[in-house]
């Protein structure tokens, strides 16, 4: 995925709809449920062994940096079932790890910029696993969505310094209950300059 830089103010990046993601690069990422074998624990496995999660089947991304920023849109077609008890959610994954659809691992944790419809800001973790997430107290991130019917865009931002020419994306739909490792994650994306 190609990445643009931009002179654009913060406000105007973290806005989906604001008229430089029009000219922004896209790129169609894939996206997979991770593994039943691979969720946190024996309780996770047993209760949603056999049923269907991971329904976002695709994202459209793309990627803007500004100063020490990097802001990722994405966008996708919600089912447009209301909300269960979890919020629907996205999130980029940063950093080095032999494969993202794991999450990280406890060796080679990933950071983690996400965002859920029910939060008015960004949250900023770790990930050391599907679910296996620790928030940080320390970094505030960006993050801000439009819904129109069936779509919802959302941009998320964090440090630049943490992407290391490539991110991963996961996507969790909240009419699902979808939440923790029960999501759709990409592979790999390459970002080129």
Known sequence: MKIQESSESVNELVNPAAAV?????????SLSPVDIDKQPNAYIRSAWEG???GNIQSVNASALTAGDQMFVRLEWQDTGASEG????????????SESVSAMGSEKEPLHLWYWAED???????????PGVFARSTLKEIPACA??????ISVVIAGPKEEVQGQIGVVVWDGSNDERAGLGAVSHWVSLDA
């Not at 939060?119 to 696993?129: D, H, K, L, P």
């Open 21 to 29: 993601w029009k000219k922004a690069d896209s790129e169609t990422i």
């Open 51 to 53: 049923k269907t999660y």
């Open 85 to 96: 008890e979890f919020a629907s959610a996205a999130a980029v994954l940063a950093g080095k």
């Open 119 to 129: 939060r008015e800001s960004g949250v900023y973790a770790s990930a050391s696993g």
């Open 146 to 151: 439009v819904r129109a019917d069936k779509n």
